[in-house]
């Protein structure tokens, strides 16, 4: 006795199967690349509403302006700065003016958004002077900056 061989009819249906399974793996590397290109779209756009969120919230804390009031003199004075552990108040402007959002694509997906000044002032205020306006926007925030980023894809 030898070993039975198949019937055409069975070699062919194997041959069909073969062919099919195939054309499956194609379509579903396609499909995983297609998937992969929407989330990844979608977490610029998420980081981009973040980010823009964040930039928002930053100018409005700090869009409270210095009061002023007539010197001794009779030229304006400021009356009233920011207190230690307050968010800086407006004098002239130019830190409003100057705070600016970034999206930056880094490569292989990867994205990276920042919020920040380009004053020496901006930096002094945040991290010598205990006037804080973009971390502590920022932590502030977290969970909202958090839902945008990770809550459901509608």
């Known amino acids: 006795m030898g070993i039975p061989v198949p019937s055409s009819a069975v070699l062919n249906a194997r041959n069909r199967r073969t062919t099919a ?28 509403m973040a980010t823009q969120y964040l930039l928002t919230k930053v100018t409005q804390n700090i869009s409270r302006p210095v009061t002023k009031g007539v010197g001794p003199r009779g030229g304006r004075i400021v009356l009233d700065r920011s207190l230690p552990g307050e968010y800086p108040k407006a004098d002239s402007t130019q830190l409003l003016k100057t705070v600016f959002s970034d999206i930056k694509q880094l490569g292989g997906g990867n994205v990276e958004g920042f919020i920040g000044t380009p004053l020496d002032y901006g930096l002094i205020l945040e991290t010598r002077l205990n006037r804080s306006f973009l971390v502590r926007t920022l932590n502030e925030e977290r969970a909202k900056i958090t839902k945008l980023l990770t809550g459901p894809i509608t």
């Open 21 to 48: 399974d195939a054309a499956r793996v194609v379509r579903w590397e396609w499909f995983i690349k297609n998937v992969s290109d929407k989330v990844s779209l979608t977490m610029t756009r998420r980081l981009t």
